[in-house]
């Protein structure tokens, strides 16, 4: 019994002591996170700039950061404090501020403990240039810290003033190195929220671009950003994509991939239901077509929705190719693809199940080269299909330097030693290295990751069950992506349903004068792009010169 | 429950898929009638009966455009009456399809998978079918847009890789022995038609319902040119004797084709096309059927008799024929053919005389009208 009341009486203090926390002080170390958040929303500045320091400090914990400058100006020689973040500010524009407010030049009308009208003065006389904003609270005064500004505090004054010095170091606008091109603009979106969506407004210059700004994350307060062409997206969707962004709640967004989780249709896909990249000219054309951007800070990739499956197969260069080769290029990729996914599949069905198909040849060859291969064909495609998988994840996480380390161990060590041991016969490791190849052509990485999943389970059809197993499999597929939607939009438009219309730039690639309409489903609103008929041919006045005989060289 | 619309194109690929699936899987002009070199004339025929049927079962899908034929069945010859007719529509579901999966089951486990029991075939494809109507109407829909071009694309492959081993000899004399092989080989595939008895159920669901009839009028017409140019290449290839006696003529055919040295087995695309107008096949009767209980026993949503549904429909397709010589008897014109018309045919004879009893008794449109508004 003694312990159950000592327990008993243990819990209860705890609650106590949590009450006693919340009734108390910023300073009380027992306060948890959630109460030191609330506490901190309640904390106002107070009008003596020593007070105001001192609760900054104590909510803060007085980081080594945090630069107070404190100092007196004016004719009255008010006393100041500058506060600001190290890292995110400009130090050139802090100067700035500091030589005016500290030269006195001004004519201050105000005399001792008129705080507030000395800010006023400081705004209107010496900051015109900077973007200004008066912060009144703790928390205020912090996020104004954390997006790059500068605080002016005064004494008497219970407001500070927030100018924005914003200088935090990014790194420079570079190629996405996942999705290069070859014809395609060089410029990726970085971790910079504002500068990304510089990215897409330098491509899209109407006014009409419209972005709407949240901040997810109570921790983390991650600024998240929806944009899209005002009168091209559907109202329904834009509604949809913001009901669904501004539902999160969540301490910390750390990446797009978030959102992704958060807002996506079904949770269970294999598939992306939401389209992501680094690339701003795919984002402006998606954008062009209708679709809504989900941009995030501090991640280089912006979602798109709604997403269908042919966008995973087409590449930017596709656009910037002439017409025919960039057509080619896509139908070579669609070719890959269904390489990547049944290829293993189909050699494994047709090596167990289906030798007749083969050809006489070809198949007493495969079968002397396998002769004293100790392993069933299943496992020993699905073990060379471990091992590329594995080679891969290692190539991404290594060290650059060890990078040609792992390809030699690779290539020559595994593959070339276990097919002399006798291990692995040579056509397995053809196959293998032919579908790896041929993943790599699917333009979206987080798709051929999910191609790569497929892989496997075809092979294990492919083996207990031939060719029946895998039309399965593909069936099953096809059922489920057929069912599934994104954003309400289905995912195999426009091949189920079939809109002949959007064929256009589906396998092929019509030449753009030829691409009058925007996609069906999501250009609904105005599905009209641009005026037929602009196919290039000889002038039309040219032509009609020509008939008059006016205007025409004279040969001699 | 929400309403699923599909559009009247999806209507006539999933028709076209299961109509040509029959051509070729077991291609009955040529192997139930007599017919031999003259089946292609047998294959005109059978067109023209199964416009007619379609005449028959669209023309008075048409008229009730928001209902199945469950519902105004009873509406027409009242509840005993109505009930019982869709007890004969309700089994022309389920054993059309269980008899259509059993064929495609007994080709594999014959040709390619001779170790696997011939259930485990039929449950899978019959397991498809059954995510599949789970998922709903659009989703079949949808998944025949998506299949319909491979689909064409194999049957026109093997057709004109056929082409090579073609002789017209094959094809003489023309109608030597009169016109009644020819007919008595088009009893069956026109008794086939009774496969757009789906009509009945599909309409409702389509976008423009009145247009029901020229979709399934193109349809059939598009099978019927696969019907037809597919027998005229059995034939040529095989020869009619070698034809009509083979289980599976169109099959056999891609079969003895060799187009060069190195690809020389091209029949792994006529059984893959097979299967993709299998899985169609069987989505659609299993929903049509679903739909059919569900809408008898008047429950709302008709998933939940999918699974059972599915089992009892195993066991059909499993123990209905012995082996496949049971299949063949099946088929013979004698037998289908009356059977089809009993349970088709007469029925919606009935069905259009009380309609057209009603309609000139109770003024016609007004009727049906007045019936539309009242809430169920």
């Known amino acids: 019994m003694k312990w159950l009341t000592a327990l008993l009486r243990g819990k209860k203090s705890h609650t106590a002591q949590k009450k006693k926390a919340e009734a108390g002080k910023i300073t009380d170390s027992r306060m948890d996170i959630s109460q030191r958040e609330a506490a901190v929303k309640s904390l106002s500045l107070k009008k003596s700039l020593p007070e105001t320091l001192k609760l900054i400090r104590e909510v803060t914990g007085a980081p080594g950061d945090l630069t107070i400058r404190e100092f007196r100006a004016g004719r009255e020689q008010v006393e100041i404090a500058l506060l600001h973040l190290e890292g995110f500010v400009d130090n050139k524009l802090v100067e700035n501020i500091l030589r005016m407010l500290g030269l006195g030049s001004f004519q201050s009308p105000v005399g001792k403990g008129a705080g507030p009208n000395l800010l006023q003065e400081f705004r209107r006389r010496l900051l015109q240039s900077a973007e200004t904003k008066e912060v009144a609270t703790v928390d205020e005064l912090w996020s104004a810290l954390t997006n790059g500004c500068t605080v002016i505090l005064c004494h008497g004054s219970a407001t500070g003033l927030a100018c924005d010095t914003w200088g935090f170091k990014y790194r420079n606008i570079e190629e996405p190195s996942a999705e290069s091109t070859i014809r395609g603009p060089r410029d990726g979106f970085i971790e910079s929220f504002y500068t990304n969506v510089a990215l897409l407004r330098k491509r899209i210059k109407t006014p009409n671009l419209w972005l709407e700004e949240f901040t997810l994350g109570s921790l983390s307060r991650t600024k998240v950003g929806i944009l899209y062409i005002k009168g091209l997206a559907s109202e329904e969707l834009v509604q949809e994509v913001r009901q669904r962004v501004s539902r999160i709640k969540t301490d910390a967004i750390m990446g797009s991939g978030y959102i992704e989780d958060f807002i996506e249709d079904n949770p269970f896909s294999i598939f992306p239901l939401l389209f992501q990249t680094e690339r701003p000219d795919r984002v402006a054309g998606c954008l062009l077509e209708g679709r809504v951007a989900v941009i995030t800070d501090n991640t280089s990739f912006v979602l798109v929705a709604p997403m269908d499956f042919p966008m995973l197969l087409q590449a930017p260069d596709d656009y910037y190719e002439k017409m025919f080769i960039g057509s080619f290029l896509r139908l070579l990729r669609y070719f890959a693809f269904g390489i990547s996914i049944f290829l293993p599949g189909i050699y494994v069905a047709v090596i167990v199940f289906h030798n007749e198909l083969l050809q006489a040849q070809l198949l007493l060859r495969i079968a002397a080269v396998k002769e004293g291969v100790p392993f069933p064909v299943v496992a020993e495609v699905f073990l060379m299909e471990i091992l590329f998988e594995l080679l891969r994840e290692a190539g991404i996480r290594l060290p650059r330097a060890i990078g040609p380390a792992i390809s030699i161990v690779g290539a020559l060590v595994l593959g070339d030693a276990a097919i002399r041991a006798g291990l692995v016969s040579p056509p397995v490791v053809i196959i293998v290295s032919l579908t790896a190849i041929a993943s790599f052509t699917v333009p979206t990485f987080s798709f051929g990751i999910a191609a790569r999943l497929l892989r496997f389970i075809f092979i294990f059809l492919g083996g207990a069950f031939g060719l029946f197993g895998i039309q399965f499999g593909g069936l099953l597929v096809l059922i489920y992506m057929s069912s599934v939607r994104s954003f309400g939009y289905p995912y195999l438009a426009p091949v189920a349903p079939l809109i002949l219309k959007s064929f256009k730039d589906l396998a092929f690639r019509a030449w753009w004068w030829r691409m009058n309409t925007r996609p069906l489903l999501l250009g609904a609103r105005e599905p009209v792009r641009q005026p037929r008929g602009q196919q290039p041919r000889p002038d039309i006045e040219e032509e009609e010169k020509e008939k008059t005989g006016k205007g025409r060289k004279n040969d001699h | ?376």
């Open chain 2, 1 to 376: 429950m929400t309403t699923e619309k599909i559009h009247n194109r999806q209507l006539v690929f999933m028709l076209f898929m299961i109509r040509s699936t029959v051509t070729i899987a077991s291609l009955p002009v040529l192997t139930t009638g007599t017919a031999e070199q003259d089946a292609w004339l047998s294959a005109i025929v059978s067109l023209a009966a199964t416009l007619l049927m379609i005449l028959l079962i669209g023309g008075l899908a048409i008229k009730f455009p928001e209902e199945t034929v469950f519902e105004y069945s009873r509406k027409l010859l009242g509840k005993t009456g109505g009930t019982i007719i869709c007890f004969f529509f309700l089994w022309i579901f389920l054993n059309t399809a269980a008899t259509e999966v059993r064929i495609y089951a007994e080709l594999l486990t014959i040709g390619f998978l001779p170790h696997t029991p011939l259930i485990f075939l039929v449950s899978s494809m019959v397991l498809l079918a059954a995510v599949a109507v789970s998922l709903g109407v659009e989703v079949i829909a949808r998944t025949a847009d998506a299949l319909i071009f491979s689909y064409i694309f194999f049957i026109a492959a093997s057709l004109l890789g056929a082409l090579k081993g073609f002789d017209f000899i094959n094809l003489q004399p023309v109608l030597s022995r009169g016109f009644g092989p020819v007919f008595s080989s088009a009893l069956t595939p026109a008794a086939l038609g009774n496969q757009n008895l789906v009509l009945g159920v599909l309409v409702p669901t389509l976008t423009t319902p009145r247009k029901a009839i020229p979709s399934a009028a193109l349809a059939a017409l598009l099978s019927g040119i696969v019907l037809i140019l597919s027998t005229i290449t059995v034939v040529g290839v095989l020869g009619p004797k070698i034809g009509s006696s083979s289980l599976f003529p169109f099959f056999l055919m891609t079969k003895a084709i060799e187009i060069s040295r190195f690809v020389e087995r091209i029949e792994a695309l006529v059984v893959i096309a097979w299967g993709l107008g299998i899985f169609i096949n069987l989505s659609v009767f299993l929903y049509c059927g679903a739909r059919g209980i569900s809408q008898l026993a008047r429950i709302r949503d008709y998933r939940p008799l999918i699974g059972p549904m599915a089992i009892f429909w195993i066991i059909l397709s499993i123990h209905t024929y012995d082996d496949f010589l049971d299949l063949i008897k099946f088929f013979q014109p004698r037998v289908f053919f009356p059977y089809s018309i009993t349970i088709t045919v007469l029925p919606y004879l009935l069905l259009w005389a009380a309609y057209l009893i009603r309609h000139a008794g109770r003024g016609g449109k007004k009727y049906i009208r007045k019936r539309r508004i009242k809430p169920e």
